[in-house]
């Protein structure tokens, strides 16, 4: 019998992209699929508890099998900001140009461009908690390159690469991204 998986988000390209990994034997529903038209509050103030958060929020409202991600660019000349704030770094309303154009100011003249992506997944299975991490290192360029991806994509360059995440393929970044390499181990783990 298929296994029902609840995943925390309505973001189409994300439940398209993981249930192709889970396979057959995985049911991936959505918040949409399951009737949740809450708006899942994400206010702990790391990744992995914003993640548990989500998670948590629908075992306990649902009960049934979850997960929930939450991704951060954490810079290290900056100890780890934008971190768990990425998506309202300059401000609320979820504005890419406006987070990217602040990153680089307050980069001005630092020469430790050292970032990355980092991706936490939570995951509760039979009413066990299991947390799940993916990172990709890199560093920041001092202008955007590329139009493709989005967030911080167009200032990026992920390590033992030349191109930043805009410029490469959907393909080529989601084969190397933080977010394929967490998934990838949600993947083996519920495989197992
Ligand atoms: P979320 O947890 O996937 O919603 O990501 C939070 C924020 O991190 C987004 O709003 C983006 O600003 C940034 N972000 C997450 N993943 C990526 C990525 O793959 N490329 C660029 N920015 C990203």
């Not at 003249?109 to 991490?133: P, S, W, Y």
């Not at 933080?178 to 181990?185: D, G, N, Q, T």
Request: proline share 2%; net charge negative; aromatic share 6%.
């Amino acid at each position: 019998m298929k296994r029902k998986l609840v995943f925390a988000t309505n973001n189409a390209h994300k439940l398209e992209e993981i249930s192709s990994i889970l396979g057959e034997k995985v049911e991936l529903l959505s918040l949409k699929d399951i009737n949740c038209h809450a708006d899942i509050p994400e206010t702990a103030d790391t990744l992995e508890g914003n993640a548990i958060q989500k998670a948590e929020y629908i075992y306990e409202n649902y009960g049934l099998d979850c997960f929930a991600d939450d991704t951060g660019l954490e810079v290290e000349a900056l100890d780890g900001a934008p971190g768990v704030l990425s998506a309202r770094y300059a401000g609320n309303g979820h504005n890419s140009e406006a987070n990217m154009q602040k990153l680089l100011q307050n980069m001005q003249g630092i020469h430790n461009r050292k970032a990355q992506f980092r991706t936490a997944i939570c995951l509760i299975l039979d009413g066990k908690m299991h947390v799940f991490e993916g990172i990709v290192k890199g560093e920041l360029t001092k202008e955007k390159r590329g139009t493709s991806g989005f967030g911080y994509d167009p200032i990026f360059i992920p390590e033992g690469h030349s191109k930043t995440f805009a410029e490469m393929s959907h393909e080529t970044k989601n084969k190397i991204s933080h977010r394929a390499r967490a998934v990838e181990k949600l993947c083996r783990f519920l495989k197992a």
